[in-house]
């Protein structure tokens, strides 16, 4: 059973940046396409980004030229650079895989203000 654990969330003015970490257990994490989801208050969890375990990425329109997602395989860990936020990146960030298991961590959450 695959086990996620993010973090690297925070509250920032707008324009600032955060990196997100997510830790990964299990041993599919090298083989797996992973993900970055937000979920806003009364809003549907989405995926913003996604990396292949050949690195082939691809991002939401909302998010690109802003954030950059990458992996370490060595370390069983995914990450989201996320720079110049806006107010309407604030939401609770999860990583999994992409489809994704139907566990999620606790996520970790962003805050931009203006």
């Known amino acids: 059973q695959v086990q996620l654990v993010e973090s690297g969330g925070g509250l920032v003015q707008a324009g600032e940046s955060l990196r997100l970490s997510c830790a990964a257990s299990?041993?599919?994490?090298?083989?797996?396409?992973m993900g970055w989801y937000r979920q806003a208050p009364g809003k549907q969890r989405e995926l913003v980004a996604g990396i292949s375990s050949r690195g082939r990425i691809s991002y939401a329109d909302a998010v690109k030229g802003r954030f950059t997602i990458s992996r370490d395989n060595a370390k069983n860990t995914v990450y989201l650079q996320m720079n110049s936020l806006k107010p309407e990146d604030t939401a609770v960030y999860y990583c999994n895989t992409y489809p994704n298991l139907p566990s999620w961590g606790q996520g970790t959450q962003v805050t931009a203000s203006s």
């Open positions: 299990g041993s599919i994490f090298s083989i797996s396409t």
